[in-house]
């Protein structure tokens, strides 16, 4: 009898021991890394960004986008920023140089560095095409590499401006962080402030898809799933979601809101939802 108790007691003992160690190991397992979510919201908020800088430095007046940030004016540029514009070549040149040094600009950013903007016509002409490459630029320390151009496809249907945008971009991350990759191809809707002068009121619809690794180097896939609203008044997307598909990881939806100009976006994975704050 004392034998058959102490059977009973191992087997309990047991079962439960094996229950523990399965809840530490899900618990242990569980997914929780968000950080090609992060990295790809910061190679797109960096070249939305390269973006916006030049629309302001090709079509702003200099005593405008150079001037002290406010409530009615939200400029970029800082008066450390210097902008040429060579239109005596084809295609034209235009260069806005940061400097050597860090310099604090009106959105919070640092930046040094050199914005080089090649281009055949006017933003708003049809069939203009803008190339925009970098010479050791850098926003808070993140150097950034590579091409992003943008070609003026005329308008749609809708009869709103659409773009073609092709990025090859590489962010290496500051104090060793690692190195992005991205590349991305994606369609860019002029939905509001196409018939006035100021750039700060004007609203985009993002559309397409992208690829590259995590500063950690694994591999990932997205696809914009509604498109991701750009109001070049917010420093971040306001709304829009998409998927990443990190190498060997399941899915990744993220969701940058309901239209609120803040810096969080949402990551679920598994059914989890995380918070990020957005670069």
């Known amino acids: 009898m004392k034998t058959k108790n102490a059977l009973k007691y191992i087997m309990v003992v047991a079962t439960v021991g094996i229950l523990f160690t399965s809840c530490r190991r899900d618990k242990d397992d569980k997914d929780t890394d968000t950080s090609s979510a992060s990295d790809n919201a910061l190679a797109e908020g960096t070249y939305n960004d390269v973006h916006n800088i030049a629309d302001e430095a090709s079509t702003g007046n ?32 235009l260069t806005i140089d940061f400097g050597t040094v860090n310099c604090l600009c009106n959105d919070g950013r640092n930046r040094r560095g ?29 150097q950034v590499l590579g091409t992003k151009t943008v070609t003026n496809n005329g308008h749609n249907a809708a009869g709103n401006l659409s773009y ?12 060793g ?37 995590n500063a950690s180097g694994v591999s990932f896939n997205v696809t914009i799933t509604s498109a991701l609203r750009k109001e070049l008044g917010c420093r971040h997307l306001v709304s829009g979601q998409l998927t990443i598909t990190p190498s060997g990881k399941p899915t990744r939806y993220v969701d940058f809101g309901t239209g609120a100009c803040d810096d969080q976006a949402t990551v679920t994975i598994n059914g989890n939802v995380y918070n990020i704050t957005l670069h």
Do not use: M
């Open 164 to 175: 073609s945008v092709v990025v090859n971009g590489q962010i290496i991350k500051a104090s």
């Open 62 to 93: 200099l005593s405008s986008y150079l001037a002290p940030a406010s409530a009615e004016n939200k400029a970029i540029l800082t008066s450390c920023a210097t902008i040429t514009n060579d239109t005596s070549v084809i295609p034209h040149i």
């Open 177 to 213: 962080g690692g190195t992005i990759t991205w590349n991305s191809t994606r369609t860019r809707e002029w939905i509001v402030g196409e018939s006035t002068l100021p750039w700060n009121d004007d609203v985009y619809l993002i559309t397409g898809s992208a690829n590259g690794t």
């Open 114 to 142: 050199i914005i080089n903007v090649s281009y055949s016509g006017l933003y708003r002409d049809s069939a203009s095409t803008h190339t925009i490459s970098f010479t050791n630029y850098y926003v808070n320390d993140n």
